[in-house]
């Protein structure tokens, strides 16, 4: 299974692909960040981090080599300052991202309000804007960037910021690299990544394979991904094609009601899984007509087929009835989604030059297009002594849904520069999107919704001197509501989701207003230090609101507004390397409304809680702390470790901050990573992870524990209003070895 669909990288790598004149300098998206100087920029626009009206922070693929990560969702939670995981799903390829209380999730439900690219090309997937990091192989990564704020440079969706991956070549990746690890939990892979150039060719592959039996019970995966590119490189036009396949299997371990938390590895309910195949054909390309004048775009098809199985309660089951297909304790939710998406962008690179003032202007647009089709069934079941849904009917079609997304964008971006020390961005997008729905078994689910909004964005850099680099900002975002939230926005028709769509009324588009203010520089010694502050208003958010931990609805909410400080430094004392970021986050309602959320402790009799302004958003740690160290022992060995330590956080459901249950406490987790070079091209490594085996939780939310009878077993009379909580994973430890025909 774990290499069944890998050889069609290799055959797509050959085939020829359309020629799009496009591509900026480095033959990648204007949607990356250049990490092969010392002041990363945005290519492109051409310029460096001193002329951004904001703080972006970049990794490299020296440092994921450096650290060997066991996936790219937790160097970015070690790495990138403000980042932070929610283990939503206890899958470490399944976890919610968030960034300054913006999450990117896999979970339908999440408010999505991070947008993620990959080589130029957005990858929240279109049915319900979730992000699949199961579908990003480590191994291709040549850098990964967290660019903040509401930048209309990247369409919808970018509310709180974006993450940026470009991927390899092999130009500048020659040679071939092996690595192969395995140790706790039963989880063990491989990855081999080749490349190399021929002329005006390059040419890049990589697969990884890994198995895990996972911490938790019936909590096992399997991963298998390849990337693979081919590039051309004339005097001045550049292509490259690439191509990504992935083939998963996630096992998920749900969150636990307090009463059960005594025995973290145990299960709610069983089993829990969701399958991915993905194939992701992209074509990016530049051509240089002048030293003035560039034309640059890319072209891409991508198709995801998904499947999930969901086991529940039945919270209909009434004891005193006999079981029957209508009357079971125990629902099995199975669902199917296909997405066919594809588009490109194309932009016309403009630099004029003065004594004066410079510009770099680009004038761009997009077109992502998508056509999903879905379908759910429901299965009735008997839960066992084990809390194991055993189907004892044939699945029932409840659901079956098409849509389709058309969403385009014209944007201009203007660098000016006034003088030597100050740097005017002048940018706006206009976004159009139009959502259609088509349902299938009736018309409940019919709906047609339009959206458009034009989005502006001012900065301004002033360098008062060398080492010192001073930015204001004020930017705009939407988020248009996906086909998931508008199929699923009546609170009296709740769904369970990804399952049971069964209304279609309005919901408005999210807007954000962003400004920020930040400075950053070079102390002496090589240290670098970054602080920024920033606000993000935000109308008409979208939330999704929790019933009982399984079933909710999304709704319009007035206002939020996130707001916090960033501080970070690095640097070294002697041979000690040294990195401390901190993020203080303060995430709130700013108006009053009112929302169902009946296990929550304070709701009145109808079950309805009323929030007020300055009330905490839930599941946002107000303060992050993350303390890097690395070590040379010897020429040969090096020690690293990474401790992270955040405050508590509301659950979710309680959204009043009045739950008796109070917030799901905060946690200081440590990790370790270590290297042994034992030969020229060969090198040891191990990775640690929960080094002191600490005992935390990185999600809560409001529920109804209807295992309350006798040793925890189901009691058709119980749900008892509680708190669900996601457990952290315990002590767990890898070894591994590399080689490289590149000298390490």
Known sequence: MLIRRLPQCFMFAALAALWVPAMAANGTSVMSIDVTTSRPGIPGIGVDSSQLPFGVQTQNAAAIRKQEPLNASKF??????????????????QPDIS???????????????????????????????????????????????????????????????????????????PGVAAKVFGGSFGRYGLQVEGGGSSGRYDYF?????????????????????????????????KLNLSITSADTRLSGAQTLPLAMLDKPRQSYTWPDYATHHLLFLNTTGRHQFSDALALAGNVYFRRLDSGELDSNVNDAFDSLQPVSAA?????????????????????????????????????????????????????????????????????????????????????AYDTLGLGKRTTLTLAGRYNWAHVR??????????????????????????????????????????????????????????????????????????????????????????????SALYRTDLHDDIEFISLNGLQGYFQNVPETRHQGVELSINGAIGRLGLTAQYTYTDATFQ??????????????????????????????????????????????????????????????????????????????VAGLDASYRVARRWR?????????????????????????????????????????RSVGAPFGAWLGVRYSSQLL
């Open 76 to 93: 970015l939670s070690d790495n990138l300052n403000g980042v932070t995981v929610n283990d939503a799903q206890n899958n470490p390829y």
């Open 99 to 173: 960034f300054r209380g913006f999450t990117a999730s896999p979970v339908l439900g999440t408010p999505q309000g991070l947008s993620i690219y990959v080589d130029g090309v957005r990858v929240n997937e279109p049915f319900g804007d979730v992000v699949n990091w199961d579908l990003i192989p480590e191994s291709a990564i040549e850098s990964v960037s967290m660019v903040p704020g509401s930048n209309p440079m990247f369409g919808l969706n970018s509310l709180g910021g974006s993450v940026v991956v470009t991927t390899k070549s092999g130009a500048d990746f």
């Open 205 to 237: 592959a990589t697969v990884n394979g890994v198995h895990s039996d996972g911490w938790a019970e019936h909590n096992p995966s399997d991963v298998a991904q390849a990337f693979a590119k081919v590039g051309y490189r004339g005097a001045r036009t």
């Open 327 to 411: 009357n079971s304790p125990g629902l099995n939710d199975r669902s199917n989604t296909k997405e066919n998406g594809y588009g490109g962008t194309l932009r016309l690179i403009i630099h004029q030059g003065g004594k004066s003032i410079r510009s770099r202007l680009v004038l761009g647009g997009t077109a992502d297009l998508a056509d999903t089709d879905f379908n759910q069934k429901e299965q009735p079941t008997q839960i066992t002594s084990a809390r194991e849904t055993v189907g004892f009917a044939p699945y029932v079609l409840q659901t079956r849904l098409t849509a389709r997304n058309r969403y385009y964008g014209l944007y």
């Open 437 to 530: 729905l088509l349902d299938k078994l009736g018309t409940a689910l019919n709906g047609e919704h339009d959206f458009s909004r034009f989005n502006p964005a001012v900065g301004l850099n002033i360098t008062p001197r060398r080492g010192l680099d001073t930015y204001v900002s004020y930017s705009e975002g939407m988020r248009t509501p996906t086909p998931v939230e508008l199929t699923c926005a009546d609170p009296n028709a709740p769904c369970t989701l990804p399952n049971n769509f069964l209304s279609d009324p309005g919901l408005r588009p999210v807007i954000s207003k962003t400004w920020e203010l930040g400075a950053r520089g070079r102390l002496n010694g090589g240290w670098r230090w970054h």
């Open 591 to 668: 108006a009053a409304f009112t929302e169902a959320s009946p296990d929550n402790s304070s709701a009145d009799g109808s079950g309805l809680i009323t929030v007020q302004p300055g009330d905490h958003v839930p599941g946002i740690p107000p303060h992050v702390f993350k303390l890097r160290l690395s070590y040379p022992f010897t020429g040969r060995l090096r020690v690293s470790t990474i401790i992270q330590a955040q405050s508590g956080q509301y659950a979710r459901g309680d959204e009043n901050n009045r739950d008796v249950h109070g917030k799901v406490p905060g946690y200081v």
């Open 684 to 724: 040891a490594f191990l990775q640690v992870s929960n080094l002191f085996d600490t005992k935390y939780y990185s999600l809560g939310v409001l529920g109804a524990n209807d295992f309350t009878g006798p040793g925890g077993s189901f009691d058709p009379a119980g749900g008892e209003s509680t708190q669900f």
